[in-house]
């Protein structure tokens, strides 16, 4: 184990991290991915800027925001990480589309090809 300034977030392997963590999506995150969305949906936010430090090769945070949000910032250090999420700004795997599923239970927005 190492704090997150020793950590070395240059050499980190965000195809590995996706893999080992999203591809396919596990009880805790599907619970997690659905308190944040039935927050913000009882929340009444709309229209709002979001915000995620540390994205990582993780989507779930940016798409439980985006029914809420014109714009969605990610913040990232690592330069394969923003490698990996700007390749999924150009098109969002399919992986992702499990995730967009339980979004969309509980907030008012388009399928999977609206969410890319
Ligand atoms: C533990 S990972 C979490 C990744 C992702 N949010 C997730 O839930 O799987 C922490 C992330 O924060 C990034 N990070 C660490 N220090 C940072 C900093 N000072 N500014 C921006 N991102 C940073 C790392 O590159 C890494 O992707």
New binding site residues.
Partial sequence: MVS?AEAR?PE?DSDAYHGN?YRLMRGDDRKMLEIMVKWFAGSGARGCSGF???????LY?ALAMLPFCDKITL????LR?VEYLRRQVARLDASWAPFWKVVRRHADVGDFAWAR
Avoid: Q, R, V
């Fill in positions: 997150n977030w980190f963590n995620d430090a540390g994205a990582g090769a993780n945070p913040l990232e250090f690592s990480n």
